[in-house]
């Protein structure tokens, strides 16, 4: 089968490519300098969105301190777009292949879903693999969040049925992570929306087919899960929370909204984690959208396909 790559997602990417030319990839394993290149980019990601506050004057935020299961602080921002009263939430978890991204990075791209539907937003800046936190740490803490929304949610105007959590690549899976202990733990949840994640820690070997358009590659996916899991990793001792794919059984999880790109290799994983949870009677909505790379929404933010993904992305928020 041959792909193709959207045409306007190529021509940004043969644009960066005339730009800054061929560069080598980091080792296997070398999280720091993957870490590195993924602040940059998301640096340079963001400066494709308008600068937050300026760039969202409806938009407020204000930082608090949750504490996490294992007694570590934890930062997490709540944005509010100014008159609105929706008694929805969502609680958001950053990208960054566990090992990068946080709160900062992710102001504008949070900022501008709360400008658009009026939804709040609380955006956690959970602990990085591996120097910060390792196996289920980065996921308590957004369950940490979720918990704490909930105890505010009188304080907030937040009905406590009506939140959400989402996220985008290890967001994602941070995000189906978070579902998990939701459910484990009887905390109410009302929706999870999970953004090209990435759920599955086996997902190592390189499909030459998609070789040419990966930005996110199968050796970059061992370096963030190694950092992740440890010792624990390519075991049957990796935590199900951690690594949702891992999980036994779907049933009861949150409804879902999955979306991944066709020349990502997450597809096949978040394909299969979409389809497992409509066979466990999950209700359950997937995209796969044609000709797209990872983060492709953020690459061409003005490109039609992103359009059409963020317009779905608000929809399904603003139905909280």
Do not use: C
Request: glycine share 8%; charged share 20%.
């Amino acid at each position: 089968m041959a792909f193709t790559l959207d045409p306007e997602l190529a021509a940004v990417l043969q644009a960066l490519a005339e730009q800054s030319g061929p560069t080598p990839p980091p080792a296997r394993d070398d999280w720091r300098t993957l870490r590195a290149r993924g602040t940059a980019s998301m640096r340079w990601l963001a400066s494709l969105l308008p600068a937050y506050p300026s760039g969202f004057p409806l938009v407020k935020a204000d930082s608090h301190k949750v504490r996490s299961a294992d007694g570590a602080e934890i930062l997490v921002r709540w944005y509010e777009k100014a008159d609105s009263a929706p008694g929805s939430a969502v609680v958001y978890a950053h990208g960054g292949g566990m090992i990068a991204g946080s709160v900062d990075l992710y102001d504008s791209v949070v900022a501008g879903y709360v400008q658009t539907t009026g939804v709040p937003f609380l955006s956690v800046d959970y602990r990085l693999a591996p120097d910060a936190a390792t196996g289920t740490g980065p996921v308590e803490d957004v369950f940490a969040a979720l918990a704490w929304l909930g105890g505010q949610a009188a304080e907030l105007r937040v009905d406590p049925r009506r939140i959400a959590v989402m996220g985008d690549s290890a967001g994602g899976g941070l995000a189906a992570g978070t579902a998990i202990l939701a459910r484990e733990r009887g905390v109410p949840l009302a929706r999870q929306a999970l953004l090209y994640p990435m759920l599955d820690d086996r997902t190592l070997t390189p499909d030459p087919r998609l070789s040419p358009y990966v930005a996110w590659t199968w050796d970059d996916n061992w370096t963030g899960w190694h950092a992740l899991l440890g010792t624990a990793f390519g075991t049957d001792a990796v935590p199900p929370e951690a690594a949702p794919a891992r999980v036994a059984t779907l049933a009861g999880l949150a409804p879902a909204y999955v979306e991944v790109g066709e020349l990502d290799i997450f597809r096949a994983e978040a394909v299969t984690y979409a389809q497992r949870l409509a066979e466990a009677d999950v209700s359950t909505e997937l995209h796969v959208h044609s000709g797209a790379i990872h983060e492709y929404d953020r690459l061409a933010p003005a490109s039609r396909l992103a359009r059409r993904a963020v317009e779905d992305r608000r929809r399904v928020i603003s139905a909280l």
